[in-house]
């Protein structure tokens, strides 16, 4: 077996049994990667090609989907600033001391190494938070939304660390990269006039490698990070979540071979990995410190600790600040520290889970809860008013069933959404949305419908309905919940969890198409010429 196809197999083993023991698959690559350098196995040059493209892809995606404006916000900026000196100093600190006791590298190392190290450390991953993000469903969430400008800022702190330091800093030819202001007009021209088939996909990673990557690598830049920006210059437009759905597959294919590509880097001597495991060790106040940071900027708890957590990593632009740095600024074998440490950063990251309250209920006493009031605007806890349906989730089959209850049952409907640019938008067009993430456990508490006779659940992750959905049984809503599932295993999960009547979307589809076809053709369906029949009563509200 040649090492192309082991490094296949393995990754597709690790992945497997990750999911078969509930773990997020990247921690089966990133095992299986070590496990694979163990038994011999070379990395191939298309590993690491692949890896590279796989995160330029991942970032362009995240660029289509960030608002500029976060990053002007306070809970962003003052965080990342604030935190990226802090742990800088934190960092250098604990290596000094651990150099005081004559332990190899740290021992050897003056100051200007070991705050390198610090600054290195100071950095969290944003392949890691991304991925992170997207399997809870919270990437344009108010938390995510704040961690991945915390990213951002992060990543131009590094670029203008390497500019001063006199590191691989960008040229005077930089400054030309103004031009893509007004040249994303022609690349949005381009998005808008290209059809829905594989050109799309192509165009987006095009787009991603060429103006982005290679244009931002050619002056000096990080290219990942021109991928982000050529993201951003295109997230206004109408068809960029489109573009960024069509990566969806490709790019988590190939962050595969990024997670593969970590662990058949090597293994450090026991001095290097005693270090590294003591930087690891420092992971669980690195979240702490950045969840006291997100609360002091006036968000809830919950909110401030699970970003902390997400946070909690260390980032593989460390290594490029290391390899970066001026010659004879650190010894040989920080780097193989610091990639160990990026390494059992991302394991230990992965501990958590999917929904780790456990972590918010164990700092209450360290981050009291805020009294309403003194809340960011965008994390208060849910109010619905007088309404008597509510929908959570208002993306396509969540907005259709709020126009339907609201304009052919007459209902008095609110809706319930984690993206603040999607709510936006339905509340310009009439809609009554608020702003929220329905899987915030806390968001139950005081029991905000407990008046309301009916809920949909249409978000898009099945795991986020169910959780809801029991989370609402055991707060004792006796109304009743309709869930829409993709797969009739999901529906039929959905129902034994309490969903009084569940919605198969692709049989709902069809009976929908038919109907239409009917009714075109003029049959005597009972249907009005909208396509719907008479409403029934409407539900008294208890």
Known sequence: MDDATAILLGALIGGLVAGAVRLPPLLGFLVAGFALHLLGVEPVPALDTAADLGVTVLLFGVGLKLDVRTLLQREVWATATIHLGAWSLVTAAVLGLVGLVGAGLAAEADLRALLLVGLAMSFSSTV????????RSATRALGGRTAIGVLVVQDLAAVVF????????????????VLLLPGAWVLRRVLGAVGHDELLPLLGVVLALVPGYALFDAVGLKGDLGALVLGMLLSGHRRAPELSKSLFTLKDLLLVAFFVSIGLGGLPTPGELALALMLVALLPLKALAFAGLLWLARLRRRTSVLTGVTLANYSEFGLIVVVGAPAGWLGEGWLTVVATAVAAGFV??????????YLVRAVRRVLPERQRSDLHPEDRPLDVGDAQAVILGMGRVGSAAYLRMRDEYGLRVVGLE??????????????????GDATDPELWQDRPLCHVP????AMPFHGNNVDTLRQLRAGGFSGTVAVVAQYDEDLRQAERAGAAVGFQLYDGAGAELADRAALAAGLDTGLDRSGHGSPPARPSTP
Request: aromatic share 6%.
């Open 128 to 135: 890691f938070v991304v991925k992170v993000l997207e399997e």
């Open 162 to 177: 390497l500019a001063v330091s006199g590191g691989s800093g960008p040229s005077w030819w930089a400054l030309l990269l």
């Open 348 to 357: 230990v990251g992965s501990l958590p889970g999917r929904h780790p309250e």
């Open 418 to 435: 984690t993206s603040r640019e999607r709510c936006e938008r339905l509340r310009a067009a009439g809609l009554d949305v608020v702003e």
């Open 454 to 457: 009916i809920v949909l659940l």
